[in-house]
């Protein structure tokens, strides 16, 4: 019963920003590591960035400098901030609960970079 609901995605221009949200239920929230990827069109789903149980954050070189992650353990609600956005991040992104064990996926929200 382990559901992830992704939400925020949408068209946006060139150097715009968007925040990705993602609720998650039937897991304990608070013990989960939490990701998210995304999976450009024609290409394979790609790591963006992970956030621990206990808050530490890791990015891909894409996202380095762009994009932050951060949790809300009262909402079990993990975030994606994209800032400075650009064509190449045109992808389907997804949330993911504990990456590095049972990985549950969400169902992706598209997000657009174009002008």
């Known amino acids: 019963q382990v559901q992830l609901v992704e939400s925020g995605g949408g068209l946006v221009q060139p150097g715009g920003s968007l925040r990705l949200a993602c609720a998650a239920s039937g897991i304990i929230f608070s013990a989960n590591a939490m990701g998210w990827y995304r999976q450009p069109p024609g290409k394979q789903r790609e790591l963006v960035a992970t956030i621990t149980r206990g808050g530490y954050t890791n990015y891909a070189d894409s996202a380095k400098g762009r994009f932050t992650i951060s949790r809300d353990n009262t909402k079990n609600t993990v975030y994606l901030q994209m800032n400075s956005l650009k064509p190449e991040d045109t992808a389907v992104y997804y949330c993911?609960?504990?990456?590095?064990?049972?990985?549950?996926w969400g169902q992706g929200t598209q997000v657009t970079v174009s002008s």
């Open positions: 993911i609960a504990n990456p590095w064990g049972s990985r549950y």
